[in-house]
């Protein structure tokens, strides 16, 4: 069905035009369109709630109807817990970092907003007033003469909450004797969907209806009178608005809606009379309707004290709760709505197109150079970028096309191939060490091992340790808080891991234990405490990949210069490509622009993040995942054969559909 919606919008769409997708049935639709035209412009608002990720998780297809929904360039939603709700299922299950603002997912900004609904109050009101209306509305007022009006109008089926408002509306019989005879409840039912007649095909609600209805009336009732009035059945127009105006209370005890017309529409139709509205607080439309008297429709005694006291307010205090609850849902009306809703849109749009997003690395470029260059070097970070990143560290092992292609890499004699990880010495010995033509810097740039040696310098030896003690405490403090975190422990840094904690949670706290190490060691010692990629780590200031990324450029670029013991390696280097993905990267980053111009060739050097193109980042250039990373790589080192070269406009064409699309490109 959404692919139907899918084909009939593109046959009439055209560049430039916005598309918005409404509600739960079209969750799959804004990827179908991003896929196949991917610069569209989509928004999607969801009229229903949005499930906790404890309910989501349980579904068998809660990536596909999460991933589905993401191809919106803007996602909106009726309540705050409703966005909130969605943008913990996107962490929590796909994994994506988000705010409250949006989510960081497919190398793009997906931003969410909240924006509760309204109806056409001018067009009810018109409504509310005619003559048609007026008669019914007398006789509804002669039958019920001397007696108190609840009005109820909802859907038959489990989330309306009729049943609790018939179980309280009799506790509040019994707890309020004095008005038995004096208060009657209208409770009108239509029928049930479809999709509820499938989900309840015994009828159990209605059953249940019926039998408290029933037990209600013959409990309270007598021969001349019945406390409840329930009609199975729709209403026409004029007896509804009718049923509305007459009513003394209206009573929504609903336990999940989105939008609920019934609690707006009784607010216009008692621009006269007044009525209160209690209000169910899971109700979609409670968190606007913040002057209505809010209940919990599980709490039976609760809401029969509310019903107590919406009947006996004073009229003063009815007249005040109602003049600002009318101008509110004549103030915040569907026109109004709309307008903020298409305003967001466009500034979404404003944002996307001015951005100062990255750009797609230009590997016809790249390769261009690669190959005209006589001496060439390359630093790699590892995880994020050669592996992706996994919840066990030490799973995020190198695959076999990667140590292929690194392999070839760093056999030319042209090629310098670094390996700059804030990995440990042992875990880059073990996965890549038997590469002999390989570099290593590890943790962030303390310890260093030159192509071809077995001896790993120490260039933080002379530096104190007695930071790692206080560090120690503190880290421990957090993984006692933090089911799952765990402390590793290198040579010369210390790293408080998160990825296997509950997200949420683990991010709140991260942020705690980086304040309060920047208050205490950050204050004593000459130390730098750094957030990564779910982790915290805290190592020596003067260590740092930056300073790696110089030490490499004074040692290799030696334009000029004779070949001696000293400079085992000389000549200009023609060709300088550093890859990287988190904050520790962008130390290389600026090492390397700094020397572009003066030192090396600014277009003999490329400086790529990876990962969204509209972070922060002063490399100059993007890939989208690790899986571009070694295709990239691959490429320059023609792992894939002479044909490789020929495919590159394939190769650029699929990655920039990626991007454009929100997608990974192997989903395409």
């Known amino acids: 069905m959404n692919q139907k919606f899918a084909n009939k919008i593109i046959e009439i769409y055209k560049p430039g035009d916005i598309v918005i997708v409404h509600d739960y049935f079209l969750m799959l639709l804004p990827s179908m369109l991003r896929q196949r035209v991917p610069n569209m412009y989509i928004s999607f608002f969801l009229h229903s709630p949005f499930p906790s990720s404890e309910f ?6 809660r990536k596909e109807v999460l991933e589905g929904v993401l191809g919106s360039n803007l996602i909106g939603f009726q309540s705050y817990s409703y966005s909130r709700h969605f943008l913990s299922c ?7 970092p988000s705010d409250t603002l949006g989510i960081d997912a497919y190398g793009t900004r997906v931003q969410v907003g909240v924006f509760p609904i309204g109806i056409d109050a001018a067009k009810v009101e018109n409504f509310a007033w005619t003559s048609a209306v007026k008669e019914k509305y007398d006789a509804l007022k002669k039958l019920y003469d001397g007696k108190k009006i609840i009005v109820g109008r ?7 909450g009729v049943a609790q408002k018939l179980q309280a509306f009799e506790r509040f019989l019994e707890m309020y004797p004095e008005w038995r005879e004096k208060v009657v409840l209208i409770q009108v039912t239509s029928p049930i969907s479809v999709e509820a007649e499938k989900e309840d095909p015994d009828n159990k609600v209605a059953s249940r209806v019926n039998e408290l209805v029933m037990r209600i009336n013959g409990m309270h009732g007598s021969l001349g009178f019945s406390p409840v009035q329930h009609y199975p059945q729709y209403l026409d127009q004029d007896e509804y608005f009718a049923l509305l105006r007459a009513g003394d209370i209206g009573l929504i005890t609903s336990v999940r ?6 609690s707006l529409e009784y607010i216009v139709c008692q621009k006269q009379g007044h009525g209160p509205l209690i209000l169910s607080e899971f109700s979609g439309t409670a968190g606007s309707l913040s002057d209505a008297i809010h209940i919990n429709p599980w709490d039976l005694s609760g809401v029969a004290e509310k019903i107590n006291a919406a009947l006996t307010m004073s009229d003063e205090k009815r007249e005040g709760m109602q003049t600002s609850l009318y101008r509110h849902v004549t103030e915040h009306n569907v026109q109004s709505w709309t307008n903020k809703f298409v305003r967001k849109v466009y500034n979404v749009l404003a944002d996307t197109t001015t951005a100062n997003s990255t750009p ?8 261009t150079q690669y190959q005209s260059a006589g001496k060439r070097l390359f630093m790699f970070d590892y995880d994020g970028t050669l592996t992706p990143i996994v919840r066990e560290p030490s799973a995020a092992v190198p695959s076999e096309r990667l140590l292929r292609t690194l392999k070839l890499l760093a056999a030319d004699p042209q090629n310098a191939v670094w390996i700059i990880s804030g990995r440990d010495q042992e875990f880059l010995k073990q996965h890549l060490g038997h590469i002999s033509g390989l570099g290593f810097s590890a943790e962030h740039g303390s310890f260093m091992k030159n192509p071809g040696s077995d001896h790993w310098e120490n260039l933080a030896e002379t530096f104190p340790m007695g930071w790692q003690v206080e560090v120690m405490e503190i880290f421990q403090k957090y993984t006692d808080k933090v089911p799952g975190s765990f402390i590793e422990r290198k040579r010369c840094a210390l790293t408080w891991h998160y990825r296997l904690a509950n997200p949420e949670q683990g991010i709140h706290m991260s942020r705690e234990c980086h304040k309060e190490l920047e208050a205490t060691v950050g204050t004593k010692w000459d130390v730098e405490v750094m957030p990564g990629k779910a982790n915290v780590e805290v ?8 300073e790696i990324a110089k030490r490499l450029i004074t040692t290799y670029h030696n334009p000029g210069t004779p070949k001696t013991d000293e400079n085992p390696t000389p000549g200009a280097v023609e060709f300088a490509l550093c890859l990287g993905d988190d904050f520790t990267d962008e130390d290389m980053f600026r090492s390397l622009n700094a020397a572009s111009g003066t030192v090396l060739d600014a277009s003999h050097v490329f400086t790529v993040t990876i990962g969204a193109s509209t972070k922060v980042t002063l490399a100059k250039s993007h890939l989208l995942e690790p899986e571009d990373v070694i295709e990239c790589v691959a490429l320059l080192a023609g792992v894939d054969g002479p044909g490789a070269a ?3 406009s394939e190769v650029n064409l699929g990655a920039l559909s990626a991007v454009a699309g929100h997608i990974p490109q192997e989903k395409l």
């Open 56 to 61: 989501l998780r349980c579904l068998p297809r």
């Open 90 to 96: 996107c962490t929590r299950i796909l994994g994506f």
């Open 154 to 160: 909802d859907r038959l089926d489990s989330v309306r």
């Open 257 to 262: 809606d989105g939008m609920n017309t019934t």
């Open 360 to 367: 797609l690395l230009d590997r016809a470029f790249l390769l």
């Open 539 to 546: 190592r020596p200031t003067f260590i740092n990949k930056g």
């Open 646 to 648: 020929e495919r590159l």
